[in-house]
């Protein structure tokens, strides 16, 4: 299950570009592609690196006119669907690295 301290990363075998400004993507395993707009393309380029939910939240409400309610809403469901579509994956790596701070 996502919430705000599910750490993301691209998936690797992505292969993207930037086209007009916004990011086109193309699975290299499926053959598939998709776009996105001015602020998935935003998000995308944050994902270079992992990066928690909140975060993701954080760095879109410094740099759009977001709420942070709509903000908590609408990342987490966006970034679940781009899971679900294997563009990223939850970065156990991280998630390993907080457990050993126990």
Known sequence: ????QTSVIRHDRIVSTLVDNEVV???SDSGSYRALNAVGTYIWELLKE???VREICDAVMEEFDVEKAICEKEIPEFVEKLISENLLVMNPDKF?????EW
């Open 1 to 4: 299950m996502l919430n705000l």
């Open 25 to 27: 993507m193309l699975d």
């Open 50 to 52: 992992s990066r928690n």
């Open 96 to 100: 390993f690295d907080l457990k050993k």
